[in-house]
C-alpha cells in the first residue's frame, strides 16, 4: 500500500486490532507491507472470498507487483495459477525454476520447474525446463532422476545445435554420477562434434560461449576423473584461461575452471601449485558465493594437504567441508569429502576413526546410488588398511577391491587403482599370492599414461615387493629404483624445506618402500 492511499489508512485499522504486522522494511520502494499475524486469520479471510473475486484479486495483485519489477518470479506465478492464468503462470515457473538454479536453492528449482512442466508448455521449453530439473538433480547427487530428465529432454524432437549440447551436458553429468565416465565422455564429443561456439559461428547452429565453456570444462573433469590430467589441463586452458587471484568477482566458470586445473595438478604431483591453485578458487569461490565449487575447491585443497603429510591441517580443511556439504544437501561432495577425511585421519594415527569415515561415505554413496563413488570409497578404505599398523579385517577390504576392479564397472582410473590396492593387501594379508598380476597390470595402465596421484607409489611398491617375494631380486630393485626416483621428483616439486621433509617421513608409501630397500640390503 502507498502511504497516502484509504488502503493504508484500512490497513492501519487492521493493524490497531490486531489483525496485521507491519514489516520492518517493504520490499518495494514508496510502499509500507504488511502482514497476518495469525495463519488462522489471514486463512480465515480467504475463505470468505468468491472463487471468481479471489482469481480477480489474484490477477490484479499480479499485474501491480509485475509493475514494480520487485516481486520474485515464483509469487507472479502464484498470483498467476491462482488466478487461472496458466499460460502466463507458465512463463514465471519456468523464471522462478531457473532462478532457483542460479541461486543454488536446487529443491525449489525442481519444484519449480516441476509446476512449469504441469503446465504443457511447448516442445522448446518443456526440454529446457528438464535439463533445468536435471542440473538440479545432478547438484543434489540425484542420479536416477537427472539421468531420467536427461534423457526425457532428449527424446524431445527438433533439437537446435545449442540445444543438443545443452542435453548432452545433463546426459553427461548424469551418466558421471553413475560412475560412466566413458559413456559420458562419449556423449559429449558427439554433441561438441556438431556444434560450434557463438565466436566462430553466426545463426541458430552457433551455441553461446559460455554454454560451450561449460561443455568442454566438464570434459575436462571427466578427463581428469579418468586419469587422464594432461588432457584435462589442455581442455581448461581453451576456454577459461588462469584468473588473478586478486582480480574482481566474475564468472563463476572460472572458480570452477580454477578447481579442476587443481586437480589435475594434484593427479600429476605438482602439490605446490595444486595447493595454491585450490586455496586461490576456494577464495574465490567463498567471494562470489558458489557453494558447489566451494567445496570441490576446499576438498582437492584438503587432498592435496593428506599428499603433503599435513594431516592435521588436512583433517580440519576437510572436516569443514564435509559439514558444509551436509548443510547444503550437496550429497555427492560430502562423499568425497568423507573419503579424504577417512584417509586424512587414519594417517594421522586414528585408524578405527578413519575407517568408520569410509564406512560413512561409502553408505551416502550407495543410498545416493552413485555407483563410481560408491567403488572408489571402497578402494580408499583398502588403501587405508594397507598402511594401517591395525588394518583390520583385510578380507573384508578384499572383496571390495575385486569389486572395483571390475572393468565392466569401474573408471579406468579407479580400476587401476583398485588393482594396485588388491596386490597391496595380498601382500599383506596372504604372503602376496595372486599381487603379482594385479600390480603388473596397474604399472601397465601407468606406462600407457594413466596417471593415479599418489595411488602410482603404490602400485610400484606393490610390484616390486611381488616380484622380490618371487625371487626376481633384479626385477623388483628396478622398481624400486624408478620408485624412489619418482618420490625424489616430486619432492623438489615442494620449494618450502620444511614441508618437503614432512612429505618424505609422512607418507606411508614412502615408508613401506624404505622397508622394501631394508629387505634387499639384509638380503
Known amino acids: 500500500a502507498t502511504p497516502a492511499s484509504g488502503v493504508d489508512r484500512a490497513l492501519r485499522d487492521l493493524e490497531s486490532q490486531g489483525f496485521l504486522a507491519p514489516r520492518p522494511a517493504s520490499r518495494i520502494v514508496a510502499t509500507a507491507e504488511y502482514a497476518f499475524r495469525h ?82 508448455p511447448d516442445a522448446d521449453v518443456r526440454r529446457e525446463v528438464l535439463c533445468v530439473r536435471a542440473d538440479a538433480s545432478f ?41 560412466r565416465l566413458d559413456a559420458a565422455l562419449a556423449t559429449l564429443r558427439s554433441a561438441r562434434a556438431t556444434a560450434h561456439p557463438a565466436r566462430t559461428a553466426r545463426g541458430s547452429g552457433a551455441v553461446s560461449v559460455r554454454l560451450w565453456a561449460l561443455a568442454t570444462l566438464q570434459q575436462a573433469a571427466l578427463l581428469i576423473a579418468r586419469g587422464d590430467p594432461n588432457a584435462g589441463l589442455d581442455a581448461i586452458d581453451e576456454v577459461v584461461p588462469r584468473a588473478d587471484p586478486d582480480g574482481a568477482p566474475g564468472d563463476p566458470l572460472q572458480c570452477l575452471a580454477d578447481t579442476l586445473r587443481a ?143 571390475d572393468p565392466r564397472g569401474a573408471d579406468p582410473a579407479t580400476a587401476a587403482m583398485g588393482k594396485a590396492v588388491h596386490a597391496a593387501l595380498l601382500l599383506r594379508a596372504r604372503h602376496g599370492e595372486g599381487a603379482l598380476p594385479l600390480a603388473e597390470s596397474a604399472v601397465t595402465a601407468l606406462s600407457a599414461g594413466l596417471r593415479l596421484g599418489e595411488g602410482e607409489a603404490l602400485a610400484r611398491w606393490a610390484l616390486a615387493d611381488a616380484l622380490r617375494r618371487l625371487g626376481r631380486t633384479e626385477h623388483a630393485r628396478a622398481e624400486a629404483r624408478a620408485l624412489r626416483d619418482r618420490i625424489a621428483r616430486c619432492a623438489e616439486g615442494i620449494a618450502d624445506l620444511t614441508r618437503r621433509e614432512r612429505f618424505l617421513r609422512a607418507v606411508p608409501e614412502h615408508q613401506l618402500l624404505r622397508d622394501l630397500e631394508q629387505t634387499f640390503h639384509h638380503g
Not at 540425484?142 to 549440447?165: F, G, Y
Not at 565449487?293 to 576437510?318: K, M, N, P
Request: net charge neutral; with cysteine.
Open 263 to 405: 586437480k589435475a595438478l594434484l593427479f600429476l604431483d605438482r602439490l605446490d601449485e595444486a595447493r595454491t591453485t585450490a586455496d586461490e578458487a576456494l577464495s574465490r569461490a567463498r567471494r562470489d558465493g558458489d557453494i558447489p565449487v566451494s567445496l570441490r575447491a576446499a576438498v582437492v585443497e584438503g587432498a592435496t594437504l593428506v599428499r603433503l603429510g599435513e594431516h592435521e591441517a588436512a583433517t580440519a580443511r576437510l572436516e569443514h567441508a564435509r559439514q558444509e556439504a551436509l548443510r547444503a544437501g550437496l550429497v555427492r561432495d560430502e562423499v568425497v569429502a568423507c573419503r579424504w577425511l577417512g584417509l586424512a585421519v587414519s594417517r594421522a594415527g586414528a585408524e578405527s576413526v578413519g575407517q568408520d569415515w569410509m564406512a560413512h561415505a561409502l553408505t551416502l554413496a550407495e543410498r545416493a546410488g552413485l555407483t563410481g563413488a560408491a567403488l572408489r570409497c571402497r578402494v580408499y578404505a583398502g588403501w587405508a588398511a594397507v598402511t594401517a599398523v591395525r588394518p583390520g579385517d583385510l578380507e573384508s577390504h578384499l572383496a571390495w577391491c575385486a569389486m572395483a576392479t
Open 39 to 120: 495463519a488462522m486469520a489471514r486463512d480465515a479471510a480467504y475463505a470468505t472470498l468468491l472463487e471468481s473475486d479471489r482469481r480477480e484479486l489474484h490477477s490484479r495483485a499480479a499485474d501491480w507487483l509485475e509493475s514494480t519489477q520487485a516481486a520474485s518470479s515464483a509469487t507472479l506465478a502464484q498470483h498467476r495459477d491462482l488466478a487461472g492464468q496458466r499460460i502466463q503462470a507458465l512463463g514465471h515457473w519456468v523464471a522462478a525454476a531457473r532462478e532457483a538454479l542460479h541461486d543454488q536453492a536446487f529443491d525449489a528449482a525442481r519444484t519449480y520447474a516441476t509446476r512449469a512442466l504441469a503446465r504443457d
Open 139 to 179: 547438484a543434489l547427487a540425484d542420479a536416477r532422476t537427472a539421468l531420467a530428465d536427461a534423457r526425457a529432454a532428449e527424446s524431445v524432437p527438433n533439437a537446435s545445435p545449442p540445444a543438443r549440447l545443452r542435453v548432452a551436458l545433463c546426459v553427461a553429468q548424469s551418466q558421471s554420477l553413475q560412475g
